[in-house]
């Protein structure tokens, strides 16, 4: 009997403080080498192992028996140093994307540990080279979105193209969420426009109200990078979420294009909900670059009606 309640207490304890647990990631398919395959599954389960033992003991990440490469410990690092997550999944069983620089894994579940309840949930995509060696790890978007953009035919016929703006949107997301103004000073180009948009309310001279408009107010690169910096100093925690995303083409440039997304950004004591544009140039595939961001609220009047936004297409800027 008093063994039973030693296990039982035992069992409580663990269940209460989410010990954690060895977390196995499986390649399912889209990799034929087996020896690459292995090693990107031995790096992928000790990684979320890892970060697991770093959570419950209240430390950083050890990369000492970590088969990843620097670039990939620097992603992980500043995102653990403002966002610890976990990964409860004893099991996760995902499919292998080919890219043009190696492989890629998406769709890992993760949890981060100090968000509040309804941000707690988000997904990891790692990738890696074509020796399985791990290059980079970012928060994905949705599945949903990702594919609806993969598989449409929205003026991007070429796949690789389409992953890689896919891709470059994530690390530009997660450089958010890990307070990089490092990436964020390459990404964007020197000349980059910074449009944000504001809610005017409006009346007349005779003091009849107006319904409201958005009014924007333009910044340049490093107008908006000082009041960035100031705003990660400031916040302990940011975390930007993307959601309905759309992807067109410049009609000028083939190596241009305009993605919008729906923005949530989270922080300390802060939280707005509006819509993104970015414009991106990606002639040199390697390092993209940003011309335009434009953000604009998703705000409403006084009686619930949305406030019209403004418009903003690639064809609006000449290339």
């Given at each position: 009997m008093?063994?039973?309640?030693?296990?039982?207490?035992?069992?409580l304890?663990?269940l209460?403080?989410?010990?954690?647990?060895?977390?196995?990631?499986?390649?399912?398919d889209g990799i034929?080498?087996?020896?690459?395959?292995?090693?990107m599954?031995?790096a992928?389960?000790?990684?979320?192992?890892?970060?697991?033992?770093?959570?419950?003991?209240n430390?950083?990440?050890?990369?000492a028996?970590?088969?990843?490469?620097?670039?990939?410990?620097?992603?992980?690092s500043?995102?653990?140093?403002n966002s610890?997550?976990?990964?409860?999944?004893?099991?996760?069983?995902?499919?292998?994307?080919?890219?043009?620089?190696?492989?890629?894994?998406?769709?890992?579940?993760?949890?981060l540990?100090?968000?509040?309840?309804?941000d707690?949930?988000?997904?990891?995509?790692l990738?890696?080279d074509?020796?399985?060696?791990?290059?980079?790890?970012?928060l994905?978007?949705?599945n949903?979105?990702?594919?609806?953009?993969i598989?449409?035919?929205?003026?991007?016929?070429?796949?690789?193209?389409?992953?890689?703006?896919?891709?470059?949107t994530?690390?530009?997301?997660?450089a958010?969420?890990q307070?990089?103004?490092?990436?964020?000073?390459?990404?964007?180009?020197?000349?980059?426009?910074?449009?944000?948009?504001?809610v005017?309310?409006?009346?007349?001279?005779?003091?009849?109200?107006?319904?409201?408009?958005?009014?924007?107010?333009e910044?340049?690169?490093?107008?908006?990078?000082?009041?960035?910096k100031?705003?990660?100093?400031?916040?302990r925690?940011?975390?930007v979420?993307?959601d309905?995303?759309?992807?067109l083409?410049?009609?000028?440039?083939?190596d241009?294009?305009?993605?919008?997304?729906?923005?949530?950004?989270t922080?300390?004591n802060?939280?707005?909900?509006?819509?993104?544009?970015?414009?991106?140039?990606?002639?040199?595939?390697?390092?993209?670059?940003?011309?335009?961001?434009?953000w604009?609220?998703?705000?409403?009047?006084?009686n619930g009606n949305?406030?019209k936004?403004?418009?903003?297409s690639?064809?609006?800027f000449d290339?």
């Amino acid at each position: 009997m008093r063994k039973t309640i030693l296990l039982m207490t035992a069992m409580l304890a663990c269940l209460a403080t989410n010990a954690s647990v060895p977390v196995s990631i499986v390649i399912s398919d889209g990799i034929s080498d087996g020896l690459v395959k292995a090693k990107m599954e031995q790096a992928m389960s000790a990684l979320f192992t890892e970060a697991g033992a770093a959570n419950d003991a209240n430390r950083n990440l050890n990369y000492a028996s970590l088969p990843i490469g620097e670039s990939a410990k620097d992603d992980l690092s500043m995102l653990w140093e403002n966002s610890k997550f976990v990964c409860w999944e004893e099991k996760v069983v995902q499919h292998c994307l080919t890219t043009g620089t190696g492989y890629q894994v998406r769709n890992i579940p993760l949890e981060l540990v100090d968000a509040d309840e309804d941000d707690k949930y988000h997904e990891a995509v790692l990738n890696f080279d074509r020796r399985g060696n791990m290059t980079s790890f970012h928060l994905a978007i949705s599945n949903n979105l990702y594919m609806n953009v993969i598989k449409s035919n929205l003026q991007l016929t070429d796949l690789r193209r389409r992953q890689l703006i896919l891709d470059w949107t994530e690390q530009f997301r997660t450089a958010y969420n890990q307070k990089d103004l490092s990436f964020l000073e390459a990404v964007f180009s020197d000349d980059a426009l910074i449009l944000t948009g504001r809610v005017m309310e409006r009346k007349t001279r005779d003091g009849v109200e107006l319904p409201p408009e958005i009014v924007i107010i333009e910044k340049n690169k490093r107008e908006y990078l000082k009041s960035l910096k100031r705003v990660f100093q400031s916040n302990r925690h940011i975390r930007v979420t993307f959601d309905d995303i759309e992807v067109l083409m410049h009609s000028t440039s083939e190596d241009v294009y305009g993605v919008t997304l729906r923005q949530g950004w989270t922080a300390d004591n802060y939280h707005d909900d509006g819509y993104l544009f970015l414009l991106w140039d990606f002639k040199d595939e390697a390092r993209p670059q940003i011309h335009v961001r434009a953000w604009q609220p998703n705000a409403f009047d006084k009686n619930g009606n949305p406030v019209k936004r403004v418009e903003i297409s690639p064809d609006d800027f000449d290339i």
